[in-house]
T-cell receptor, first 110, second 113 residues
Framework: GNSVTQMEGPVTLSEEAFLTINCTYT??????LFWYVQYPGEGLQLLLK?????DKGSNKGFEATYRKETTSFHLEKGSVQVSDSAVYFC?????????FGEGTQLTVNP | DTAVSQTPKYLVTQMGNDKSIKCEQN?????MYWYKQDSKKFLKIMFS???????INETVPNRFSPKSPDKAHLNLHINSLELGDSAVYFC????????????FGSGTRLTVV
């Protein structure tokens, strides 16, 4: 079945560091891909998305490119801030649902 | 205006009790979901309704029963609560899942003591 694998956390960075959170997927067909962010004590918010191969999703300085050849959708940000500290989830459409990765905890220190 | 609202936000109850969590969305979406998030943040789908019809019913204990009185509401009733039911429960809704993904509520933290 369809699945998503994220890099294990937690990830700890200093402010202004470069961020990469790896995400790879297994899917039949052509799923849409998403990154969601969960701030402490809150629900999940859609961060960015890509609906077809080579699409780049971007929002709030975060980017991810749908790479069909490597079945990946890695999340990147050039300069993280303390306010980016959260849990990040990669997800894909899978039949009648979204299937989520395990989540990656990011902590950014001043 | 809250798009997907859940009540209550926190729920502390004793083992063996029966409790309900309510969810309402004002987005006009036709599909609603319940997810369970465990202590390690792993998200697992439980149920999904499309226009009041059950379309996803994962392997969860039959103590959990969803009810959708109309397409804007999806409630979750839990009978005979157990310690292992302690988790955060998220409601979500979608219109065109492939294009827009889900909109989530802020969650209900259930603690069974």
């Amino acid at each position: 079945g369809n699945s998503v694998t994220q890099m294990e956390g937690p990830v700890t960075l200093s402010e202004e560091a470069f961020l990469t959170i790896n995400c790879t997927y297994t899917a039949t067909g052509y799923p849409s891909l998403f990154w969601y962010v969960q701030y402490p004590g809150e629900g999940l918010q859609l961060l960015l998305k890509a609906t077809k191969a080579d699409d780049k999703g971007s929002n709030k300085g975060f980017e991810a490119t749908y790479r069909k050849e490597t079945t990946s959708f890695h999340l990147e940000k050039g300069s993280v801030q303390v306010s980016d500290s959260a849990v990040y989830f990669c997800a894909l459409t899978s039949g009648s649902r979204l299937t989520f990765g395990e989540g990656t905890q990011l902590t950014v220190n001043p | 205006d809250t798009a997907v609202s859940q009540t209550p936000k926190y729920l502390v109850t004793q083992m063996g009790n029966d409790k309900s969590i309510k969810c309402e969305q004002n987005l006009g979406h036709d599909t609603m979901y319940w997810y369970k998030q465990d202590s390690k943040k792993f998200l697992k789908i439980m149920f999904s309704y499309n226009n009041k019809e059950l379309i996803i019913n994962e392997t969860v204990p039959n103590r959990f029963s969803p009810k959708s009185p109309d397409k804007a509401h999806l409630n979750l009733h839990i009978n005979s609560l157990e310690l292992g039911d302690s988790a955060v429960y998220f409601c979500a809704s979608s219109h065109d899942r492939d294009l827009y993904g889900y909109t989530f509520g802020s969650g209900t933290r259930l603690t069974v003591v």
